[in-house]
């Protein structure tokens, strides 16, 4: 089965900005994962290895289904053991600033020295090398060197998100695993010269209808669009229900996969509710058979065995939880990335990315010494940074749509899914590893809005230019300009998009 659920909670030994018992979450989650036999993975912080409140209820605690890793954040005992001055704020042992408080704020050979660092405590510790990591934000120097020297199972980085806290991941895979490239660990490598050999997996359970642009379509409930107990989503049983549902009852093509769990650092009390009640929920899901829940390195060394490069990954939602009647559907691929959205009869690619291994992240041979940071790919479309005064950023259907009626994978692993249209005749959309066939689908309008990376066309091939860097995406179509964009028309009934050139 790949229906996989990753219960990832992670460990922090300080909180600079109140006073917080750190312990009780922990000894919690504990209580009620083992009350339901969960496997589970704890990935701690250097500071909550420095504490021996904290070491000595894992050492009592840990058994067969319970896996420890590694969470990386700086703070000050860690930077100062390997002598590095510590850049925090005034009083803050632990800053969620990029700068100090992650990797990519520090030089490669740092990045090092701090790694070896952090394995090496752990290793004291706990009599072994951990092999799995963590953090909200990583980069592609120090996943290749944890992987080549550790031999790591899996690494979990944050979910999509815009300019939340101090970072930016913009572009990446959505749903399920990929094989990061040495160049860019938002991007799936294409090359066995590329590839760092351990899989990537996203937490914490995004939203494929809301995740994207979290205000934009007024959602009944605010907060962050994830599975996280904390927030009001992740702590409201309907919604709950609609994740689980729309997460692994549709083809997933690979796998269909997410990560759920919390920081001790919002305190138990605020984490409880949440936490108990999807517990619940995922333990009739696992009796019922629909989905395993699994440690994360099991996830990625299983991932190893059965993929040798990035596989295609899908994550829909048929229905929609906050009853604005929208339906998206995520495709995820080594070449590509798109997300297909209905809304009031209105079809449109909101995000189209293009995947090249070439591309290399900005921080991957410097320090990045800011506040905050970004990491993206090579945007086609981009709704929601690319619509403004200019008018929407958007591929849309020309012809109104009754809705997506649904989705399945064809004998060449492909994903299809059957479109509706209002006069009531059907056309299909076929994703695949190399790009996207519309078969009797009508017109599609290209609309640029505020997009400033295209810079032309050259016979039938959008040529852009995104952070210094060219690339190109094809139409197999009649293109013909617009005020804002271009009309591209089928040929025979069919209209080709070519991510591969």
Known sequence: MNNIMNIVNFVRGCEPRKAMDLLTPIEEEIKIDKSYGFKHTFLLQYDALLREDIVELFKREKDGDMELGLWFEMCRPLTEKVGVEWRGREGFDWDWYVDPGFLPAYTPGQREELIDEVFD?????????????????????????????????????????????????????????????????????????????????????????????????????????????????????????????EYYSHPSLAMSQATTGQENSFGWQRIEKGYRMQAEKLAKLQKDGKVNIECLGKTGADFQKTHKKTPASSLS???????????????????????????????????????????????????????????????????????GDRGECAWIFADAVECLEGSAENERGELEVTVKFTDGHKGRLIFSETGLSGHDCGDMLISLGECRDLKGLDGKTLCFEHNGYSYAVGIDGELHETENGYRAEPTDGCLRVRMDI
Request: charged letters at 20%; aromatic letters at 18%.
């Open 317 to 387: 939602a048929f229905k929609d939880w906050s009853d604005n009647g929208i339906q998206s559907i995520w495709y995820s691929s080594a070449n590509w990335r798109g997300d297909l959205f209905l809304k009031d009869g209105r079809l449109i690619f909101r995000d189209i990315q293009k995947y090249d291994d070439k591309y290399v992240e900005r921080y991957l041979r410097s320090a990045c010494n800011a506040w905050q940071a970004t990491y993206d790919n090579l945007p086609v479309v981009d709704n929601r940074m690319w619509s």
């Open 121 to 245: 405590l752990f290793m004291k510790t706990f009599g072994y090398y951990p092999r799995v990591a963590g953090s909200w934000l990583l980069d592609a120097h120090s996943m290749a060197y944890m992987s080549d020297k550790y031999g790591m199972d899996a690494f979990c980085i944050c979910r999509e998100q815009y300019a939340v806290d101090a970072y930016t991941l913009w572009g990446g895979y959505y749903s399920g695993g990929y094989y990061p490239s040495r160049n860019n660990m938002l991007c799936p490598s294409q090359s066995e010269e590329t590839k760092i050999n351990t899989p990537v997996f996203r937490m914490l359970g995004i939203d494929p209808i809301y995740g994207y642009d979290e205000k934009k379509h007024l959602p009944k409930i605010g907060g962050c669009f994830t599975m996280e107990p904390v927030w009001p989503c992740g702590a409201n049983s309907g919604v709950m229900d609609w994740y689980f549902e």
